[in-house]
């Protein structure tokens, strides 16, 4: 009895480890766990932009942000409201699921009174000075199926959650230079599957920045990141989102997705 | 001309005032009206020196209220002050103020209406105007003046009308108001005679008063646009009835005793202008244009045989651009101008086509706080240009600054060469509160 039970023991040490590395859900998985989390239909939300030099100085924008599923296709719009110097500039952006179909995006520039369509191939440029690109801010807190290679490293406690930790790298040179990485190593909570953490990697492999998605808690049901952060770790300059008056359930009208609306701004 | 529309104004001001009476009374029962104002003030100083002159130290305030009266309607009130310590630029008009825009935005059903004195912007191309003629544009310094501010707001009113997932709006415009040139003792006034006919040497020159369009509902422009979005494609149809805001300059030679005497009759004249517009990204690229078609524009001759010294003419006219985002924080844009005048071969004194070609490079660094920029204007007919290259440094959201230059080249016949003597530094800063 004794001998079966050091036997039991014994084995439980050694194959423990190779379990628990099975147990792990692959790559592939989390990604699709990440993507299938509900982000509710629509939603309206003012989002607070605090932009923050390596010196301390900061830069403030309030903008107020739409965005609504049509089946698969996502369809996002910022406005921005405040300070003057970049009121009434607008984003829009409609994301396809067909992995071959380029998204469309617009900028409306109230400098040149005039929407501009821009291309969608610029995804890997930092959105309207902040430190986050124009794929970050499109996928939002989601992630690219198509682009990544990915592989699950290890599972463990980040700031008291489980995380599952996710290696990416993008699947060509051509994908890695079009977002501007490397590799991303992401912390994926286990349990409501938001990405609490991501470390990002230039494409000459050099540390890029740290996100990090906070004060998560449910609105209507939904998980909802209320403050990211990005630190860059190149230029030190900092951004931090402030979500607030976040509404899941009130009407986003499909009028508010069009060129018109982005030109008369709310 | 001012004076003659201050009854135009009046009743505009009197419908948006009487319109909004009513949401103003509504909102006075709110908690607190400043939730709803939102004010704003823009103060420029910029200064323009040349190799021998200060051409400009002027100073430019801009005040900016916006009240939303409810979700569905909002006015914005923009004045504008301008103070000139030089008399180069404008040498009879140093100081201006005006209500530069004021506007009342309002929905009916899904439809958008904005009444006022505003801006309507059509067209795809930057800097090169082949549909965006809805609005005058002030030419005192050429177009040297960022097109938002030299673009002249004219009172008009604006419906969008939504058909499905395209967008019908249909333009009124009232006011009369014409591009402003520099006046001839003006640093930018027009002196090519690809422009302006030049008397022969000798013959006597009479200018008659400008024959302005009086009537406001029968002189008014009036536009439609289609716009739609199709398979990837941005597109528009547009059409616009329009006073032409340059004057065509009717010519009557006349032998006296004291020799030959040209008269020359200024008169604003109509035109049908039908058109469109595309856009669409590819990859790295974006691709835009637009095209318009002018019936019966007047174009001026050089040749002496010609009873009005003016013949009529459709004009083609399109700009192809290109954007490449290929890299990052960067935009190249090239664009090519083309317009082509149709009839008339009889010593015109401009070409039957005419070439321009622009290229742009712009970088953002330092997150969006430093900005280059370099913009390049070649006429290939006149084979002058200008050179523009531009840094922008926003200290913080409140003062920006910018440096530049303006290098003109070419022969003085040109459009650009002309000016090839007002090369100059210009540097300038922005304070918004």
Known sequence: MKLSLKAYLLSSLIFTPFVMANDLPTGAEIAEKINARDDGISVSRLLTMELIDRRGKKRVRETRGFRKYYDDEKRTVIHYLKPRNVKRTAFMTFDYPQAKRDDDQWLYLPALRKVRRISASDRGDYFLGTDYTYEDIKKENKVSVEDYHRKTLRKELLDGFPVFVVESTPINNEIAKELGYSKVVRWVDEKIWMIRKSEFWDVQGNPLKTTYSKDIRKVQGIWTAHRLEAENKKTGHKTIFIFSDVDYKKEVSDDLFTERALRRGL | ?433
């Open chain 2, 1 to 433: 001309m001012t004076c003659s529309r201050n009854g135009l104004y009046g009743a505009a001001y009197k419908i948006i005032f009487l319109s909004l009476l009513g949401q103003c009374s509504a909102i006075a029962d709110e908690k607190n009206f400043l939730n709803y104002f939102d004010s704003s003030l823009a103060l420029s100083i910029e200064a323009a020196v040349d190799e021998n002159t200060m051409q400009k130290t002027e100073l430019i305030i801009m005040p900016e209220i916006n009240v939303d009266l409810s979700n569905a309607n909002r006015l914005t009130a923009i004045a504008r002050l301008r103070a000139d310590a030089q008399e180069n630029i404008d040498p009879n008009n140093q100081t201006e103020g005006e209500l530069h825009e004021f506007y009342w935005e309002t929905s009916i059903s899904r439809t958008l209406l904005t009444l006022g004195k505003q801006q309507i912007v059509w067209g795809k191309a930057d800097g090169l105007k082949v549909l965006d003629v809805v609005n005058p544009q002030d030419y005192r310094e050429f177009i040297l003046d960022e097109f938002s501010h030299s673009r002249i707001p004219i009172w008009s009113l604006n419906a969008e009308l939504p058909i499905g997932d395209s967008t019908l709006q249909f333009i009124w415009l009232p006011d009369q108001t014409y591009h402003k040139f520099a006046k001839s003792n003006g640093l930018y006034a027009f002196t090519s005679s690809n422009i302006i006919p030049k008397p022969p040497p000798g013959a006597q020159l009479e200018r008659k008063g400008l024959d302005e369009p009086g009537n406001r509902l029968t002189d008014s422009d009036v536009g439609f646009r289609y716009s739609t979005f199709m398979n990837g494609w941005d597109l528009t149809l547009n059409y616009l009835y329009h006073y032409v805001d340059t004057p065509v300059l009717f010519r009557q030679l006349i032998t006296t005793n004291e020799g030959l005497k040209i008269s020359i009759s200024p008169s604003y004249e109509r035109s049908h202008l039908v058109g469109g517009t595309f856009s669409n990204a590819f990859g790295e690229l974006t691709l835009r244009g637009e095209v318009g078609y002018s019936f019966k524009r007047y174009v001026s001759t050089n040749d002496s045989k010609d009873t009005d010294g003016v013949i009529q003419t459709d004009e083609l006219a399109y700009v192809l651009g290109l954007d490449w985002y290929g890299i990052s924080n960067s935009l190249l844009s090239v664009q090519l101008f083309q317009s082509h005048l149709l009839e008339g071969d009889r010593n015109l004194i401009q070409d039957k086509t005419d070439t321009t070609i622009t290229a742009l490079m712009k970088r953002e660094f330092m997150n969006d706080t430093l900005s280059s920029e370099l913009l390049w204007l070649h006429n290939l007919n006149a084979d002058d240009g200008l050179l523009r290259p531009k840094i922008t440094y926003n200290v913080n959201d409140e003062i920006k600054w910018w440096f530049g230059l303006d290098v003109f080249y070419g022969d003085s016949n040109g459009l650009f060469g002309q000016f090839n003597e007002q090369d100059r530094i210009v540097s300038g800063i922005e304070i918004t509160i």
